[in-house]
C-alpha cells in the first residue's frame, strides 16, 4: 500500500518562508512525476509545482522566483520551498505523485501567511 505524508505546513508572516516535504512509502517500483497543489476554500485545487523523475521542474507564474520545487529520488521525498510568502500563498497544500504508474494524494497541510 503506498501512502504519500506532508509535513511542514503552518503560520508564517508575509515575507517569511516555509519549506514542505512529501515522503511516499510502501511497496514502490518507480516514481515519475510529483507536484504540490494549493486549495483554498471555494476554489478548486490548483496546480503550484510539478518535477518530473528527470527533475525537470514547472511553477505557476505566481511563485516564479519564491518557491522552488525539488525531489531526493534517494528518500522517495519531494519538497517545496517556500520564500517571499504572501497572505495569496494561504492554502491547503496537497502533494501528488505518480508511484507504480497510479496516482496518489497526500491529506495536505494547511500554510497560513499572516499579512
Known amino acids: 500500500q503506498v501512502q504519500l505524508v506532508e509535513s511542514g505546513g503552518g503560520l508564517v508572516q508575509a515575507g517569511g518562508s516555509l519549506r514542505l516535504s512529501c515522503a511516499a512509502s510502501?511497496?514502490?517500483?518507480?516514481?515519475?512525476?510529483m507536484g504540490w497543489y494549493r486549495q483554498v476554500p471555494g476554489k478548486q485545487r490548483e496546480l503550484v509545482a510539478s518535477?518530473?523523475?528527470?527533475?525537470?521542474?514547472n511553477l505557476a507564474d505566481s511563485v516564479k522566483g519564491r518557491f522552488t520545487i525539488s525531489r531526493d529520488n534517494a528518500k522517495n521525498t519531494v519538497y517545496l520551498q517556500m520564500n517571499s510568502l504572501k497572505p495569496e500563498d494561504t492554502g491547503v497544500y496537497y502533494c501528488?505523485?505518480?508511484?507504480?504508474?497510479?496516482?496518489?494524494w497526500g491529506q495536505g497541510t494547511q500554510v497560513t501567511v499572516s499579512s
Open positions: 501528488k505523485a505518480q508511484i507504480n504508474y497510479n496516482y496518489y
Open positions: 510502501g511497496t514502490i517500483f518507480s516514481i515519475n512525476a
Open positions: 518535477i518530473t523523475s528527470s527533475s525537470g521542474t
